[in-house]
């Protein structure tokens, strides 16, 4: 194979994700096998630039891309000394000298995010940062005009295309002035790249045409994993010795893990308006502890007893019987009932119906009745009986007409009915004066309609964003595997592992190895947390699942930052070796995936903010395919999947073909 290296560079490129997808890429076309060299990146943040050069290999350079006026609209204030704005040479000089095959534009998109009202999109602090994508295309157009770019890809938030038509207008005329064919599309990240999770992304693609006169193909479209397959291949939240502090659960405010369990696996917070609540209370719910095995349970009267613990009430073990005697043989006859042909037992001083068997049941009657019609009620099809003075007696009527027109009352008017005449009185309660309005109304007029979404184990998770607050949109997973299970012989059954405690007694002697699982070191603590209380649990839900946030971890796997195999294997050999490796730090491929520095917040923003790794490769392999049919002197290539910028390459192959004649 004849070796062929390909360079890129990267703008706004936060924590290396795409440009670490762009170093994964290696093309070939026939015996020319060509690599990836990333040049760098520039971006603002500090924390993200360390990240980029975990992820590349290569060091990024700390720029402001602003100019002052967008600086100042931006931050509020002037820039402090020393600032100064960037140059088409400074960024020269972060490639190191270099020219590049491929630049990635990824500006920040949150002027232009869907989670940002049209108010305050149209702010100057937020047109200043969405003017920041024009900044980013002419800076490179002018640090490289000496020798043009010959792909550029641009990606940012779907709404850019409407928020930000003016500024894109500008970009396609501003890239056309420097010889670049241009196309504007949507894409979903997951698909090109195969991830288990949907991000619709909006993508600016330009090649320039005097260089590269060949087809740029779309990626091709995979289907979207389940979540599951991504996060079955991890360790089970929380489990931070083995998968390191970005993998521990968040402490959520108590009612928010309540709200969680209770969300409908594949639904968000609207499902938990189908709950009756009751003086603002859940009327048909109650959270208990979790069932230990034998709960509640009940004994055969022809089974043998377990063993007789200290504590032997129903709700720790089977302490209860189903008793087959009759209770007639006990005197225990609360509210009984005497047949009349029985005698009955020792009259006593307690003689109430509360108190004993002191009622009977006696078939005889006192003659006719005085009003045998009392409390009859005539059915609709039958005539009545004869109309008395007495008003207690028989004059009740079967009345079928409920949902009739005669009768009105708390009628609920569909949308497309006309209403009933309007009169008087004009409550709910008197009349048809209700209407079924389709119009959804939001709980919160800014609120995501993926707000407090669980995402079923079996399917694709929704985008993931910068947001790290699990009330913010679709964070949370319902996870269906199970906990520790033991079987008997299990020295865990006898040795006291797992024991609570009453908080009424007192404890057994502290060992120097106390731990939840080695003993009875836990504690039935009856303070239930306040609803703001930040803690972290595990609640059963209704559908036998843990319903809990995605740890930072797995919303990094979810963006193809690292591949789980990597670190963890289904194979008990591999995963036996990869931990032998963990534990002695033989090769650094083996320890945990971090970011920089230790706030789940920044972790989760820089995250949300990336490009999939896997969707960056997709998109190298097509770019570096376009390079290599270029440097073949080939304008076409049989493919069954879109092109992405064709007219332009159309026009021109008919045009090489006419000099040729």
């Known amino acids: 194979m004849f070796k062929r290296t390909l360079t890129h560079f990267h703008l706004c490129c936060g924590l290396g994700s795409g440009a670490a997808g762009f170093s994964d890429s290696k093309p070939a076309l026939g015996p020319v096998q060509a690599e990836w060299r990333c040049l760098g990146g520039v971006d603002v943040d500090p924390a993200g630039l360390r990240d980029f050069q ?25 820039p402090p000394p020393g600032w100064k704005e960037a140059t088409a040479e400074d960024l020269r000089r972060a490639a190191g000298n270099e020219d590049p095959n491929a630049v990635f534009i990824s500006s920040p998109c949150k002027g232009a995010s869907g989670l940002l009202s049209e108010t305050m999109s149209q702010t100057p602090k937020y047109q200043a940062l969405n003017e920041l994508t024009l900044r980013c295309v002419w800076l490179m157009c002018e640090a490289w005009k000496h020798n043009p770019v010959s792909l550029i890809v641009f990606e940012n938030v779907p709404r850019l295309a409407t928020r930000g038509r003016h500024l894109l207008d500008q970009i396609n005329k501003l890239l056309s002035f420097y010889g670049y064919a241009v196309a504007e599309t949507t894409h979903d990240c997951g698909e090109i790249g195969g991830l288990a999770q949907s991000r619709k992304r909006f993508l600016l693609v330009a090649r320039h045409v ?37 993998h521990r659960v968040p402490a959520l405010q108590w009612k928010t893990w309540v709200r969680l369990a209770l969300v409908e696996a594949g639904k968000d917070w609207r499902s938990l308006s189908r709950f009756a609540i009751e003086d603002g209370h ?64 020792v009259v006593t001083g307690q003689r109430s119906p509360g108190q004993g068997t002191f009622s009977v049941a006696d078939p005889r009657h006192a003659g006719p009745a005085k009003h045998s019609n009392e409390f009859r009620v005539v059915p609709w099809n039958r005539s009545a009986q004869s109309v008395t003075s007495a008003h207690g007696s028989g004059h009740c ?25 309007v009169i008087a009185g004009s409550t709910t309660g008197q009349g048809a004066f209700a209407v079924a309005d389709p119009a959804y109304k939001n709980w919160h007029p800014n609120a995501s309609t993926q ?8 399917e694709s998770a929704k985008t993931v964003t910068g947001s790290q607050q699990v009330a913010s949109g679709a964070l949370s997973i319902a996870d269906p595997r199970p906990g520790m299970s033991r079987t008997k012989g299990d020295a865990y059954l006898t040795g006291g592992h797992y024991g609570v405690v009453d ?77 032998v490796m963990q534990r002695v730090r033989k090769i650094e491929q083996a320890q945990f995936f971090m970011l920089d520095g230790i706030n789940d917040g920044n972790h989760r923003e820089r995250i949300g903010n990336a490009v999939p790794r896997a969707a960056a490769k997709a998109m190298a392999d097509v770019f570096g395919m376009t390079l290599l049919l270029s440097e073949a002197g080939e304008t076409f290539m049989l493919s069954n999947v879109s092109i992405w910028v064709q007219p332009v390459a159309i026009a021109l192959s008919v045009a090489q073909r006419e000099v040729t004649l």
């Open 397 to 421: 009527v079967q009345d079928p007409r409920r949902a009739g027109k005669g009768f009105g009352k708390y009628l609920v008017t569909d949308y497309s009915k006309p209403a009933g005449t």
């Open 54 to 78: 975990m992820m590349t290999g290569v060091p990024g350079t700390l720029m402001d891309l602003f100019t002052r006026e967008q600086y100042t609209a931006f931050h509020g204030q002037q």
């Open 282 to 345: 859940l009327r048909d719910f109650v959270i208990v502890p979790e069932y230990r095995a034998g709960y509640l349970g009940v004994h055969d009267w022809q089974d043998t007893a377990g063993t007789v613990a200290g504590r032997s009430s129903p709700t720790n073990g089977k302490f209860s019987v189903a008793d087959p005697r009759p209770t007639s043989k006990f005197e225990y006859t609360q509210y009984g009932v005497l047949p009349f042909d029985r005698h009955c037992g």
């Open 451 to 458: 707000k407090l979404r669980i995402t079923p184990w079996s």
């Open 210 to 246: 005097e260089k590269v006169p060949a087809f740029l193909y779309e990626p091709e479209k995979r289907s979207l994993q389940a979540v599951g397959d991504v996060l079955s291949r991890m360790p089970l939240a929380g489990d931070i010795d083995q998968a390191g502090p970005m």
């Open 503 to 579: 908080y009424n007694t007192p404890a057994g002697a502290v060992s120097a190895s106390a731990c939840h699982d080695n003993g009875r070191w836990s504690v039935a603590d009856q303070r239930m947390p306040a609803p703001n209380d930040r803690l972290t649990c595990m609640i059963t839900s209704l559908d036998g699942t843990w319903h809990r946030p995605f740890t930072t971890l797995e919303l990094a796997a979810l963006q193809s930052l690292f591949d789980p195999e990597d670190h963890w294997s289904t194979d008990p050999q591999t995963a036996h070796e990869i931990q």
